[in-house]
């Protein structure tokens, strides 16, 4: 029986032995795939004295990860909210410029009614200046046509093909000196 229980104890030493090692195998592994490179003596005994490490790589590496996508929207939402203040002093911008340029056109939107109002008058005027004008030429041509008295040099006649404004002298009253229109 001592012979049988050294031979179990043989082979329960031996399968021990076989386990410890697949076991540490797939830890080592494990460890490898945590961290994604190759573990060193020094590490694959650290990782085979506490397996409770693997774990923690794995945790660092999800926390990592998730950490590192956390970081980035963050990044993300900060530089957006940067980008939506930067659009907000731009559209101020814009709204201030648009005020200013509203009140430019309202300004000068009087200066040019004022504008085409002197515009206006002085169409008026030139065309009453033409009609005087015209009004002068015609007398002075009437005078000239006219026979003027020998006595005081006044005009006689009455024009009949002048104008009929006050201010033409072919329009003059008899002679006082004669009797002659």
């Known amino acids: 029986m001592t012979k049988k229980y050294k031979n179990v104890c043989l082979r329960f030493s031996k399968q021990e032995s076989d386990i410890?090692?697949?076991?540490?195998?797939?830890?080592?592994?494990?460890?490898?795939?945590?961290?994604n490179q190759e573990l060193t003596e020094e590490q694959k005994?650290?990782?085979?004295e506490d397996p409770q490490?693997?774990?923690?790589?794995?945790k660092n590496k999800l926390t990592?990860?998730?950490?590192?996508?956390?970081?980035?929207?963050?990044?993300?939402?900060?530089?957006?909210?940067?980008?939506?203040?930067?659009?907000?002093?731009n559209i101020l911008q814009v709204h201030n410029m648009i005020q200013e340029l509203s009140a430019l056109v309202k300004y000068q939107g009087e200066v040019i009614d004022n504008i085409e109002i002197n515009i206006k008058k002085?169409?008026?005027y030139v065309f009453e200046a033409e009609q005087k004008i015209n009004c002068k030429y015609r007398c002075q041509k009437c005078c000239n046509d006219f026979q003027k008295c020998v006595c005081c040099g006044a005009c006689c006649a009455a024009c009949a093909t002048c104008c009929a404004c006050s201010s033409c002298p072919a329009l003059c009253a008899l002679c006082s000196c004669c009797e002659i229109f």
């Open 53 to 58: 490490m693997i774990q923690q790589l794995y």
């Open 20 to 35: 410890k090692n697949i076991i540490e195998t797939k830890l080592i592994r494990a460890a490898e795939i945590a961290v």
């Open 64 to 89: 990592g990860a998730a950490h590192i996508k956390l970081q980035n929207a963050v990044r993300d939402l900060e530089e957006r909210h940067r980008d939506i203040k930067k659009l907000e002093k």
């Open 45 to 48: 005994k650290v990782v085979i």
């Open 122 to 124: 002085a169409k008026n």
